[in-house]
């Protein structure tokens, strides 16, 4: 396979300037192409090979997807010449935008994890194309059993044109499930004398914290420990921050500020219930409870603290480890709203993989990405180099060790990972039996996640601009207050009004709409 520059393409494009036309009068210019004729079942897909210009959006470190042992496999079993360019790592989402804002050196195929917002958006612009006459038209056989299996994924995936632009990638979690969990150093509980199952109240965990950073259980005779540490800054908050934890107060955000109530969507970051959050955050912050650095440490920095075991709790959507202590997660705590937790919907992800306008043969390429939703195909996408034979017809996934990769797309190509194909083929290993027990601990305490909504291209372009002055104001006040700096009490009103005065309502009136909309559906 002929490998891309991405510095090349790149240079291409911003030569070529900015797309014309919008509203799908613009648009691509499709390559020309000689007929072919395409298979609709069985491999290969084409007799005489076609060339596919894809482009991949790789987690940071996983190198080139050309690389990838899964594609060089498709590739071949399909009889496609696909050439993949590769964008990952710092930048990796200005790229992906300069790329499909170009209508001359557009790809013919993105795997990535676009929303649903910059979805739409490029379709109106002509530069997407809507894939369901191929679903339907027998050239995605693997996916249309799947929608016609659950028509609830074909519903998620259909955007209020009517049109699908993106295949999802489909996950074992049928029910709402949270993103994080909160976890607690044993050891030092056992130093301290404290039975770790006795923490159930938000009282218990404030004193649990204070003892934390004022008795040294690391024994090192300085007060060096931190009590509570986690990810408050978007988009952390969702995967290791404080979007589910405030539900203990009866609000919770998801990648946007809004959540569900009583049956339509509210603002949970001007909820009475925020504040008296806020008020509690910088109370735990300002005593010292709450890391100094909670507000400006790195993913990296964070991570490298929970490994020290120097931490007393934190907020984590991953496993619990550390190299040096114990941690055990618990149950979410007897908050001011009772215990409750907040959730998100993980059934599918949208999103990720989408055919072009440029592209001179869609009807191959749809076959070509239907194929990753084959069982063990979808397992190799999802796990590399980690997936091995277990025998029986079924496979496992083995422990990563430090440093090594997968070499593979995981995220950001579709595929068919439901609960039916994990249950069918996969031994799950310590890591995914404890995570499931997790999931089982925080499942009655869930509060209800956003539905899987969709946006017309004249919603997506306004929310575009009024979410990120939104969340700009926010974050910023949110910083602000929590680290004592103002005072919450008498800057909450004027609080509410900036966020007004750049289009609160509005936003709130167009998520509603979708709302209401999806549903209707």
Known sequence: MKKKSVALVLAAIMAAGAVTGCGGSGGAAKEEAAAVEVSKDGYPVVEETVTIKALGYGAPGCGEWEDYEV??????????????????????????????????????????????????TYAEKGLIRPIEDLIDGGYAPNLKKILDERPDIRKAITMPDGHIYAVPSINSDEEPVMTTTLNINKEWCDTLGVDVNSIKTLEDFENLLERFVTEDPNGNGEADEIGFTFEPVDPYHVWNGDADFSAMWGVFTDWDPIMVKDGEIICSIVQPEYKEYLTWFRDMYTSGRIDKEVFTHDHNMYMAKIDSGNVGAYLTNGPVTSAQVEYVTIAPLEGPAGAQWGSQDFSIDKGRGLITTANPYPEATMRFIDSFYEPLTSMKLSYGDFLEEAGDGKYQVRTAQSGEKSNAPEAYVGKNLSKDVVDTYLVKTEEQIAADERKALYAPYLMEPLPLMNYTPEEADELSSLSADIKKIAGEQ??????????????????????????????????NAAYDRFNAS
């Not at 602000?480 to 509005?506: F, P, R």
């Open 71 to 120: 594609f060089k496999e498709l590739e071949e079993k399909c009889n496609l010449d696909v050439q993949w360019t590769t964008i990952s790592g710092d930048g990796a989402d200005e790229k992906l935008n300069l790329m499909l804002a170009s209508s001359k050196e557009l790809p013919h195929a993105v795997f990535s994890g676009l929303s649903t917002t910059q979805i739409v």
């Open 478 to 511: 949110k910083a602000k207050w929590c680290t004592g700096q103002g005072d919450i009490d008498a800057e909450w009103d004027s609080y509410v009004e900036s966020l007004n005065k750049v289009g609160l309502e509005k936003y709130m009136e167009i998520q």
